[in-house]
């Protein structure tokens, strides 16, 4: 009976490191870096929807939802995230080392829900 609740509390712990610890270097940027042509790529990971509420200039959308199946396959190594949380990026960190990219940072554009109001725009301050 031990050895199941050891099983169980394994399970939950790599569930938590997994999703809520961030992944080692990876640094949160104040401002969104320009993409540069066949060297950095800046990845939306955010829903389609907040995507278009706050759009970043030069962003490639894929959602998080969508990231293991239809990650674009010809991205330069350099890659700059854009979630609306930490725990996407370090969901989408880990998946895309997983890949073989480097994630150089992230910047968090927060979109509030119905209730709170508009969503702020995603501009050069983060969160």
Same mark, same amino acid.
């Given at each position: 009976?031990?050895?199941? !609740? &050891? #099983?169980?509390?394994?399970?939950?712990? *790599?569930? #938590? !490191?997994?999703? !809520?610890?961030? @992944?080692?270097?990876? +640094?949160? &940027?104040n401002?969104?870096?320009?993409?540069?042509? $066949?060297?950095?790529?800046? &990845? +939306? *990971?955010?829903? !389609?929807? +907040?995507?278009?509420?706050?759009?970043?200039? $030069?962003?490639?959308?894929? @959602?998080?939802?969508?990231?293991?199946?239809?990650?674009?396959?010809?991205? @330069?190594?350099?890659?700059? *995230?854009?979630?609306n +949380?930490? #725990?996407?990026?370090?969901?989408? %960190?880990?998946?895309?080392?997983?890949? $073989?990219?480097?994630?150089?940072?992230?910047?968090? %554009?927060? #979109?509030?829900?119905?209730?709170? $109001?508009? @969503?702020?725009p995603?501009?050069?301050?983060? %969160?």
């Open positions: 009976m031990t050895f199941v !609740y &050891l #099983v169980i509390l394994l399970i939950a712990v *790599i569930f #938590v !490191y997994q999703r !809520y610890f961030p @992944p080692a270097k990876v +640094d949160i &940027l401002k969104i870096p320009e993409a540069v042509e $066949g060297r950095r790529w800046i &990845l +939306d *990971i955010r829903e !389609y929807q +907040d995507a278009e509420k706050s759009p970043i200039k $030069g962003a490639f959308n894929v @959602p998080l939802a969508y990231l293991n199946r239809h990650y674009p396959k010809e991205m @330069p190594q350099e890659v700059v *995230i854009v979630a +949380d930490r #725990v996407e990026v370090n969901l989408s %960190c880990k998946l895309l080392s997983k890949k $073989g990219y480097h994630v150089s940072g992230y910047h968090l %554009c927060p #979109v509030k829900n119905k209730y709170q $109001g508009s @969503p702020e995603c501009v050069e301050k983060s %969160c």
